[in-house]
């Protein structure tokens, strides 16, 4: 008799705890979708300031890999359509995906690839006269 009710004992108790994490999964994965929904609405409700978090999130990657200037707040562009880009040097190892961080002032562009969070190439930037 006393060994049935160990047992219906700890069947209780791994029912309840199962129960009490399945909550505390459900209350984290609520907080951080509410979380994630608000940023996704403020930043599209702010698209100046999306496009300033893309750029800052580029630059901390890439600047964990070379060094960037510190002074500078570059241009990004995203590479869509590589076919368009064919025949030019800087983006012979490119894909569709990767990012180009533009520094004019420092006159330095730098190809990164976000899928595997590599610099894929870093070339002076000419700009030029109109030639």
Request: charged letters at 15%; zero cysteines; glycine letters at 4%.
């Amino acid at each position: 008799m006393k060994e049935n009710a160990n047992k219906m004992n700890t069947k209780r108790t791994l029912v309840n705890l199962v129960v009490i994490i399945a909550i505390a999964a459900a209350i984290i994965f609520g907080l951080k979708w509410h979380s994630a929904n608000n940023r996704a609405n403020q930043l599209s409700t702010n698209p100046q300031a999306a496009a300033q978090a893309a750029v800052q999130t580029t630059v901390d990657k890439v600047g964990k890999l070379v060094s960037l200037p510190s002074n500078e707040t570059p241009t990004l562009a995203t590479v869509s359509d590589i076919s368009k880009l064919k025949g030019q040097t800087f983006f012979a190892n490119a894909q569709n995906g990767d990012k180009v961080l533009i520094y004019t002032q420092h006159k330095l562009a730098v190809l990164y690839r976000p899928s595997i969070d590599k610099v894929i190439n870093i070339a002076p930037l000419n700009i030029g006269n109109g030639q």
